[in-house]
Each structure stands twice: as structure tokens, then as C-alpha cells.
């Protein structure tokens, strides 16, 4: 049974530090990592997207990946109370996404 | 709008009584996805299909049918509903399977409870 492990949280961090998430995964063929946000009561958003060893930035947000650690994170910076959601990681296997558990991000004013 | 819709988007029923869930989606994907989501917040996959034929069957019970129309719509039909059934269905879709494309796009979820 391939796996996504994430950290449940919740995981506190002040307003404006770097959050950092992270999430390992079992399947080493796997290509494609996601990162999503789920606010409560709401459904999942994808944010964030990486294929490639290495970093991906998009604005606040950043993916890094480790396919040798089989191990992927996303970096906050400049954290904001609106970010406090909690964080899916899902990685592709065998033609679907396997899903973590999601990490509870509470940004503290 | 383009994006994933789902009705309805609050169900409260009593055990026993037989309802569905339908999802459309305007994205032009070919596969679409319904997933539970329960109390403890965990993701998990119940069907897919891939342009209307079914390619996921995870263990869930034979209570659960769904059905794919055409590629564009996927219903949820729940036999016979239990206390156990109560939790948030989210159907989502991504482009076609082996395109090398897996993002998943979510509707807004049903959420289900059963008395």
C-alpha cells in the first residue's frame, strides 16, 4: 500500500516567520507532488505543484522536492493569519493521488 | 463559471433512505473522482472514472453506485444510508489519465448526515 506521511499539527507559527510542511512518500515511481489547502468547511485548493528535483517558487509559496529522500515540502514566507488552513500533500501513483493526512497550520498574530 | 459543482450541498436524511449526489464539471477533464472525508479530516478515494468508464473501485460498500453519464457529469447514489455514511463528499476531476497531468480540481463538497 503506497503512502504519504504528513505531521497532523498542528504546527504554530508566528505571523510574518517561514512556515515550513513536509511530507514523505513511499512510491519511488511516483512524478508529480501537490500541495493543497483546505480551509475548515471548505474544500481542497490546489496552491502549489512541483515534478522536478529541487525548488519551485510562486509568489509567498515554495515547493521543494527530494525525489532520492522521497521527501517533498512547502515553504511559507511572510506567514499571515490567513494562511492558518490546513495543508494536503498528495502525490500520483498508479494513476490516481495518494493523499497524507494534512498538517493543522495555525498562524498566531 | 468554470469549475466543479456539486448538489446538493448540505443532505440530512435518516438511516435507511436512499439518496444521491451529483457532480458536474466544465473543465474539459476527462477524469473525475469522488471522495469521503470524514470527521478525522482524511482524504479518501472511493470512485473514478475515466471519461464515464470506471477505473477506481476502492472498498467501499456495495451500497455505493455511482454512475458517468458522459465525461462532464458523476453522480453518487447511496442505498440504504447508515450513521457511518455521515461525513463530506467531494467529487473533483483532473485532465485525462496517462496524460502526465494529475491535479485535482474539488467541488464545493455535500455535506452528508444521517440521523
Known amino acids: 500500500q503506497k503512502e504519504v506521511e504528513q505531521n497532523s499539527g498542528p504546527l504554530s507559527v508566528p505571523e510574518g516567520a517561514i512556515a515550513s510542511l513536509n511530507c514523505t512518500y513511499s512510491?519511488?515511481?511516483?512524478?508529480?507532488f501537490f500541495w493543497y489547502r483546505q480551509y475548515s468547511g471548505k474544500s481542497p485548493e490546489l496552491i502549489m505543484f512541483?515534478?522536478s528535483n529541487g525548488d519551485k517558487e510562486d509568489g509567498r509559496f515554495t515547493a521543494q522536492l527530494n525525489k532520492a529522500s522521497q521527501y517533498v515540502s512547502l515553504l511559507i514566507r511572510d506567514s499571515q493569519p490567513s494562511d492558518s488552513a490546513t495543508y494536503l500533500c498528495?502525490?500520483?501513483?498508479?494513476?490516481?493521488?495518494?493523499w497524507g493526512a494534512g498538517t493543522k497550520l495555525i498562524i498566531k498574530p | 463559471d468554470t469549475a466543479v459543482s456539486q448538489t446538493p450541498k448540505y443532505l440530512v436524511t435518516q438511516m435507511g433512505n436512499d439518496k444521491s449526489i451529483k457532480c458536474e464539471q466544465n473543465?474539459?477533464?476527462?477524469?473525475m473522482y469522488w471522495y469521503k472525508q470524514d470527521s478525522k479530516k482524511f482524504l479518501k478515494i472511493m470512485f473514478s472514472?475515466?471519461?464515464?468508464?470506471?477505473?477506481i473501485n476502492e472498498t467501499v460498500p456495495n451500497r455505493f453506485s455511482p454512475k458517468s453519464p458522459d465525461k462532464a457529469h458523476l453522480n453518487l447514489h447511496i442505498n440504504s444510508l447508515e450513521l457511518g455514511d455521515s461525513a463530506v463528499y467531494f467529487c473533483?476531476?483532473?485532465?485525462?489519465?496517462?496524460?502526465?497531468?494529475?491535479?485535482?480540481?474539488f467541488g464545493p463538497g455535500t455535506r452528508l448526515t444521517v440521523t
Open positions: 498528495a502525490v500520483d501513483s498508479n494513476y490516481q493521488l495518494i
Open positions: 472514472y475515466n471519461n464515464k468508464e470506471l477505473i
Open positions: 512510491d519511488r515511481g511516483s512524478q508529480s
Open positions: 512541483i515534478y
Open positions: 473533483a476531476s483532473s485532465p485525462k489519465v496517462g496524460s502526465g497531468s494529475y491535479e485535482q480540481y
Open positions: 473543465l474539459g477533464h476527462d477524469t
